[in-house]
């Protein structure tokens, strides 16, 4: 019998997706569990496989499609029901049974993320050559990434060679290059469609705004206890758990400690209440080529300091490379992001809903600070504390805001905390 391929349920929050490219075509031979469609939603991408083997018939919506939860994208035909298979199925002349019978073709054996496929197209590394580090092999993005370095690399290195294995008289002089201007009144413009999670983050931006009332408040931290603590251990503790010691861990840290004392800077309104959270599911905003995303670190308050930043890291690479699960980014309560990364030395920042508050940290620059009655050179950091003055006082919310400062400062009291 026929049957319908659909948009799968993801999660409740999730109703719609894009059509972002068929894998398939109209009339290809395909296996059960073979990928067929890529979808964008606003959270993940993610693939639809084949419910049974078949014929791939008629495909209702095109790349680019919106479509909603349950519609039906095409229909899997019986092999037997007479529709024309794929042209590239048929065996060439004088090719052996076995060569044309083999399940599945070589180019669906080899697995790999909507991510690695966009990267392989953009710069033509053939995904049959790449060796894949995910799970059961898939190829991520960063695999295609290497392969294509290394292979610059080769190529570079064979040019160098033959320009050193040339006589001086064959070297050709370089002629001075020339450099690129646009023709006199040319003024050119680029039309691209946003990608579906870059479109909702527009909406919810504008939606935020309008729905919460918004405020921040800064302050400064000195990071000279924090810089020592992680030059004096950055070594054996990389030894030990495999990753650097960070800034996330101690800041993650410090906003338990300070959430413990002010907790409603941890909740959400619902209608006329507030819904107290005594639970600590911190979000870590990850900036991605395809916008910002806010993976959670659930129970971070049960968290060791390298559990943080362990999972800190899988998190950020699963977000470049496309393959974070819906389960990654649901919930949360408190988010942290670091502008600094960029360079942002200060900033105020805009609200993930339906959290209430969000801490922004920033670049550490030396400045002279007044101590004691003299001045001396500190590595200072600007944070900022945006909440939403419904249901966060300003006295709260300045008072948090000291006693992260104050945890930072003394990160021993972390230990106590």
């Keep these: 019998m026929p049957a319908n391929v659909v948009v799968p349920e993801v999660g409740e929050s999730i109703v719609d997706a894009r059509v972002a490219k068929w894998l398939k075509k109209?009339?290809?031979?395909?296996?059960?569990?073979?990928?067929?469609?890529?979808?964008?939603?606003?959270?993940?991408?993610?693939?639809?496989?084949?419910?049974?083997?078949?014929?791939?018939?008629?495909?209702?919506?095109?790349?680019?499609?919106?479509?909603?939860?349950?519609?039906?994208?095409?229909?899997?035909?019986?092999a037997g029901s007479g529709k024309p298979a794929a042209e590239s199925r048929k065996p060439e002349a004088g090719s052996t049974e076995r060569e044309a019978g083999s399940g599945k073709p070589e180019a669906v054996k080899q697995r790999a993320t909507p991510a690695a496929r966009n990267v392989a197209q953009d710069k033509s590394v053939d995904l049959k050559q790449v060796p894949g580090t995910g799970d059961a092999g898939r190829v991520m993005k960063r695999d295609v990434e290497t392969t294509f370095a290394a292979r610059t690399n080769e190529s570079t290195a064979a040019v160098d060679k033959n320009q050193a294995a040339k006589p001086p008289s064959q070297a050709r002089p370089q002629s001075p290059a020339r450099e690129e201007r646009r023709p006199e009144g040319e003024r050119t413009e680029?039309?691209?469609?946003?990608?579906?999670?870059?479109?909702?983050?527009?909406?919810?931006?504008?939606?935020?705004?309008?729905?919460?009332?918004?405020l921040t408040t800064f302050n400064e931290v000195d990071m000279t206890a924090v810089m020592a603590i992680r030059e004096r251990h950055k070594q054996p503790f990389k030894e030990r758990h495999g990753v650097g010691l960070g800034l996330t861990s101690f800041f993650v840290k410090a906003?338990?400690?300070?959430?413990?004392?002010?907790?409603?800077?941890?909740?959400?309104?619902?209608?006329?209440?507030?819904?107290?959270?005594?639970?600590?599911?911190i979000g870590i905003a990850v900036g991605a080529s395809e916008g910002l995303v806010v993976p959670v670190l659930r129970d971070a308050?049960?968290?060791s300091f390298a559990r943080i930043e362990q999972k800190t890291r899988e998190l950020a690479r699963a977000a470049e490379d496309g393959t974070l699960s819906l389960a990654d980014l649901r919930g949360g309560t408190f988010t942290i992001t670091n502008g600094g990364?960029?360079?942002?030395?200060?900033?105020?920042?805009?609200?993930?809903?339906?959290?209430?508050?969000?801490?922004?940290?920033?670049?550490?620059?030396?400045?002279?600070?007044?101590?004691?009655g003299q001045v001396v050179v500190r590595p200072m950091m600007y944070m900022a504390l945006t909440y939403d003055h419904r249901i966060v006082d300003g006295?709260?919310?300045?008072?948090?805001?000291?006693?992260?400062?104050?945890?930072?400062?003394?990160?021993?009291a972390l230990l106590i905390d």
């Design 341 to 372: 990364v960029f360079g942002s030395l200060l900033s105020t920042l805009i609200l993930n809903p339906p959290q209430v508050a969000i801490l922004g940290l920033h670049a550490i620059k030396d400045r002279p600070m007044a101590m004691n």
């Design 26 to 78: 109209e009339g290809d031979a395909v296996d059960v569990g073979e990928p067929l469609v890529e979808l964008e939603t606003d959270k993940i991408d993610l693939e639809v496989a084949a419910p049974q083997a078949g014929i791939l018939g008629k495909i209702a919506h095109g790349d680019g499609a919106d479509v909603k939860v349950g519609e039906v994208l095409a229909v899997i035909e019986e």
């Design 255 to 281: 906003s338990i400690g300070a959430l413990r004392e002010f907790p409603r800077i941890n909740a959400e309104i619902q209608g006329d209440e507030m819904v107290l959270k005594h639970y600590y599911d």
């Design 301 to 303: 308050d049960r968290m």
């Design 190 to 214: 680029e039309r691209v469609r946003m990608s579906k999670r870059r479109a909702t983050i527009a909406r919810r931006l504008v939606e935020v705004q309008s729905t919460a009332a918004m």
């Design 395 to 412: 006295a709260e919310a300045v008072q948090f805001l000291v006693r992260v400062k104050q945890l930072i400062e003394d990160p021993g």
